[in-house]
C-alpha cells in the first residue's frame, strides 16, 4: 500500500507549511533554500538546479538559467525584490524589458520543462 501525504500536510521547522505547488519530493530541499534565506539577511533568492546543486544570490548579483549545464529546477524568493532578465548568461547587453518585474518573498517557482528559457539565460534582482 502506497500512502499519499499532500504537500500542505508536511510541516517545515518554524511550522510554516510549503505553497501547494511544490512537489512532494521536493519539499526537503524546499525546507533548505527557505533555511538558506533565513541564515543571510543579503541573500535576495536560493536556487535548486537541476542535478540538486543549491546556490545562493545576493542583491544585484547576476543568477545565471543554467549553472554547469543545469537548469534552474526550484528558485525561492527571499526577500522582495525587482527583478530583470537579460539575453545572455552574465547579466550583460542590457535588460530585456527596462523595468524589472517585482516579486514578493517565498515566491517559489517550479520550472520542470526548462521553461525558463523564455525569460532569457540571467536574471539580476534588486531590493525592494
Given at each position: 500500500?502506497?500512502?499519499?501525504v ?11 507549511l510549503?505553497?501547494i505547488?511544490i512537489?512532494?519530493?521536493l ?7 527557505t533555511g ?5 539577511d ?6 535548486l538546479y537541476?542535478?540538486g546543486?543549491q ?17 534552474a529546477q526550484m ?6 525584490v525587482?527583478?530583470?532578465a ?11 524589458l527596462p523595468i ?6 517565498g515566491?517559489t517557482?517550479i520550472?520542470p520543462?526548462?521553461?525558463g528559457?523564455?525569460?532569457g539565460g540571467?536574471a ?5
Amino acid at each position: 500500500m502506497t500512502t499519499l501525504v499532500h504537500a500542505a500536510a508536511v510541516e517545515s521547522r518554524d511550522g510554516i507549511l510549503p505553497p501547494i505547488n511544490i512537489p512532494i519530493d521536493l519539499i526537503p530541499e524546499y525546507l533548505t533554500l527557505t533555511g538558506k534565506c533565513r541564515d543571510n539577511d543579503n541573500t535576495a533568492l536560493a536556487i535548486l538546479y537541476e542535478g540538486g546543486q543549491q546556490v545562493t544570490y545576493g542583491f544585484n548579483e547576476c543568477f545565471p538559467r543554467k549553472r554547469d549545464g543545469h537548469p534552474a529546477q526550484m528558485p525561492v524568493l527571499c526577500k522582495a525584490v525587482a527583478c530583470y532578465a537579460y539575453p545572455t548568461d552574465d547579466c550583460t547587453g542590457g535588460a530585456i524589458l527596462p523595468i524589472g518585474v517585482p516579486l514578493l518573498p517565498g515566491l517559489t517557482i517550479i520550472n520542470p520543462f526548462d521553461i525558463g528559457q523564455l525569460l532569457g539565460g540571467s536574471a539580476l534582482c534588486r531590493q525592494l
